[in-house]
């Protein structure tokens, strides 16, 4: 069997304070082979991920022209995306967190789309006034249907692949919620659930293990048991699980609950500190600043064996890397990151580990399409 190789990109969320021309400087001199570039809404509601590296009004063959040939000039390849609640939430928000999604796929198409391997990265977010509704789960997976099935038909007629990433946003909303379940593709059960209900293949995921780990569950075995033809991207970033007094009073399985404060000093109980604090784990990138709760090597033979050869996408959140908010941190993040990788994805030759066949984007000239609309599409 030909021995795979796996490029190593950049997930661009670290870098909000660069501009697109850094970026691209900042990830050559690193040693990666592409940029997964968010383009988030300038106007979003969204205050943790704020990145914005495509000025994506506007956008059209000139722009995708210029965009190419600076990716060809750092010989790096691209993606896109911008991971909101699109099935839930304010009911104004998402509608234009909709719009903004086929902005993206417009954009897309324009560099190239599946010819150039551009493909657009998305969350789908949950509808919690469904969700408490008896069959809850079931009313979110048709409210999927609804809103994603003209969105992938969109996308098919225009040669672009949608990908879903797998985190189920647990500190999207207060923790005075009980439940931390805020992304239908959270779990791979309802990966699968979505294909079988959507079959068209102009769709996808973006898979990171590290959400699988504090949830009790192995990403070597997820890997096994998922459709390997629906893999197109892995996030590449890990967790470590910690041993603290409140995952011994409520458990590895649910998530700690908020109760009164003064009742929680009196009995001595840990309650959450933040939104994001309910799950005992915190956030690595593997080979930097200690060990972690992930067998790199089997997940990466697992991969191999299924014979995935996309890109392996760094996405820094890093308490001691992107949290730090120090540039050079999150570089040296990154750089242990690749030096960590290559022996697992790249061909050893004189040189050491190297990736060897990068092959530059193709400058496509398509022609300008319209800007759509959710209206338009139903």
Known sequence: MKQIQNPIWLM???YDQLGQAELLDTASRLGAQGIDLCVFRKDGARADHTATHLDYDGFGPEEAKRTLEAFNNKGLRLSLGAFENMIGGDEGERLKNQNH???LIRIANLLGGDENNVMVGTFVGYNHELGNQIDG???NLDEYKRVFEPIIRYAEDLGVTVVYENCPMEGWRSFRYTST???LPGVLAARKLMYAMIPSKAHGEIYDPSHDIWQNTDPVEVIEEMDIDRLKRVHVKTTRMLSSKGR???GGMYPMQHVNADLAQLAGVSVPQSDWD???????LPGFGGTDDMDWNSFVETLHDRGFSGPFEIENEAKNSKDTHNLAAINQGAKACISFLS?????LD???YEFTEQKALKLVSREDIPVKSMGDLT
């Open 343 to 347: 022996p697992l994805l790249w061909k």
């Open 12 to 14: 661009s969320s670290a």
């Open 248 to 250: 011994i009073e409520w």
């Open 350 to 352: 004189s040189q050491g």
């Open 181 to 183: 379940f805020n992304n």
């Open 101 to 103: 999604l086929l902005k």
């Open 278 to 284: 309910r799950h005992h784990y915190t956030a690595m």
């Open 137 to 139: 789960f079931q009313k």
